[in-house]
């Protein structure tokens, strides 16, 4: 097929992804290649898709599962990508994919679906773990191959599959060559037996491309986000209680997140290099992203000297330990199962380079990001409560920056083991927590302005005192 088609077939459904990351850029589909083919009726295609930026030249890569059937699939009408074209003579550009085994795909080629969302397409998936080169299984769970297959709705920037109610595949959809942290990190803590995630049962490895993961359903499973909200809103619907009287009282869960956050950092700490970054270096760069910052969001020039006055404070620290961490950790990255908290999604800040993600960290900015998602419970249930009267905004607001103090306070107190935070810390935690801040204001500005306030709140807090 010629690269006219490839463009044709693939540009469109990539900009309807939610998982793809380029929306609001001109690109081009620039090459396709075929990682892997499966099973029959329908075909499974690992379709390796790259895309390249008009305005930068920069270029991605996606990986696009594919289901090729024979004939249109009702069923399938809402994940339909397009008609896969017949093959050129020489099979495509790099080798694409074209009509291929499993039928002639005729003058209107053949349906094509996004795989994750066909079970019959994911059960070839799924029973490539017993059988097939690239497809790495961990020692220590038998496997149910013939586990029915369903997508879950609402993820962002991958795609993840159940099968039954025994394992759940990520697949990858924005790759890198080389190691993927998710899996790295989730593999080294599997060995070491950390009862604080989901343990990995094997990966998806062809050439130098990381796929995908499979790993441990979590039945029992709540969404730790969900949860504090659920905390706020019965605080909220008590007018004379405080946050410690509510039968909804989160503190005791945000103590246990603390200790499984201290265990897991324990973990990697002994797991994976450690060293040492210069404190001017990391002082440096907070600034810089706040300058930035500044000049997307005008409201922090307020604060922005006081701002760079603690971020100073880091520079004389001198050398700070740093260590492999999560990396983008909130409560949305955590579940609550009956046998505790668990740590989820270990790929590090998505907006990142891989390489980036890769590299040690202070492991007090997985802790700053704990600390701002329990600002921001309280203050998204406010914001999803229209109201007018002002007395009542203020007594919300009240409560929801006690509801938000109580459980910072009990978080950190269960990380640090119940000693006192020292000055050093102190210091960088404050950096760290007023970076995350600025990252959110930002974030805010561009696509929820009305939201913007909750996290321009912790700057002010941080840095007026």
């Known amino acids: 097929m010629s690269p006219a088609k490839v463009t044709e077939f693939l540009a469109p459904f990539l900009e309807r992804s939610r998982w ?14 075929e990682l892997l083919r499966l099973g029959t009726a329908p075909e499974l ?26 004939e249109p699939q009702d069923r399938l009408e809402h994940a339909l990508v397009g008609r896969w074209p017949a093959a050129d003579p020489g099979g495509g550009p790099g080798g694409g994919p074209g009509g291929g085994p499993g039928g002639d795909s005729g003058e209107d080629g053949r349906p094509a ?18 059988e097939r080169p690239g497809f790495v299984r961990l020692p220590g769970h038998e496997l149910d191959l013939d586990a029915p297959g ?56 062809i050439e130098d491309l990381q796929l995908g993961m499979l790993q441990q359903f979590l039945r029992t499973a709540s969404d730790g986000w969900d949860l504090a909200l659920a905390s706020v809103r019965d605080l909220f619907a008590e007018a004379d209680l405080h946050a410690e009287e509510v039968g909804g009282d989160f503190a005791s869960e945000a103590a246990r997140l603390g200790t499984a956050l201290a265990d897991v950092h324990g973990q990697l700490r002994v797991s994976f290099p450690t060293g040492e970054l210069p404190g001017a270096s990391l002082a440096t760069a907070m600034t810089a992203r706040l300058d930035a910052a500044v000049a997307v ?25 740093v260590q492999r961490i999560h990396g983008d ?5 955590t579940l609550r199962t009956v ?41 998204a249930v406010a914001e999803s409560m229209p109201e007018e009267d002002p007395d009542v905004l203020h007594q919300r607001g009240v409560r929801a920056d006690e509801w938000a103090r109580r459980n910072r306070r009990a978080f950190l107190a269960a990380y640090l083991g119940g000693e006192p935070l020292w000055p050093a810390a102190r210091a960088l935690l404050t950096a ?6 600025v990252y959110e204001c930002v974030y805010e500005a561009r696509n929820r302005p009305t939201w913007l306030p909750i996290p321009l709140a912790g700057v002010a807090r941080l840095t007026t005192g």
């Open 329 to 333: 950790l909130h409560l949305g990255q």
């Open 297 to 321: 969001v005008p409201e922090l020039a307020e604060y922005a000297d006081a701002a760079r006055s603690l971020f100073r404070a880091v520079a004389d620290l001198g050398d700070v330990p």
């Open 45 to 70: 295609v690992l379709l390796l898709v790259e895309v390249t930026y008009h305005d930068t030249g920069d270029r991605d890569l996606y990986q696009v599962p594919l289901a090729l059937y024979d």
């Open 113 to 130: 679906y996004d795989a994750p969302n066909d079970r019959v397409a994911m059960a070839h998936l799924l029973r490539a773990f017993g």
């Open 432 to 437: 760290y927590v007023i970076d995350k801040a």
């Open 150 to 205: 369903s997508l879950f709705s609402g993820e962002q920037s991958n795609s993840s599959v159940l099968f039954g109610e025994d394992s759940v595949l990520k697949l990858f959809r924005k790759v890198t060559p080389g190691e993927n942290p998710d899996i790295t990190t989730h593999r080294v803590l599997t060995e070491v037996g950390s009862p604080h995630i989901a343990q990995l049962y094997g990966w998806i490895e």
């Open 20 to 33: 793809f990351g380029g929306k609001g850029r001109a690109f081009a589909v620039t090459g396709t290649r």
């Open 339 to 379: 046998l505790g908290w668990k740590l989820v999604d270990f790929e590090g800040e998505p907006a990142k380079p891989l390489a980036e993600r890769l590299l040690p960290d202070s492991p007090w900015r997985d802790v700053a990001g704990m600390l701002r998602s329990f600002d921001y419970a309280p203050h």
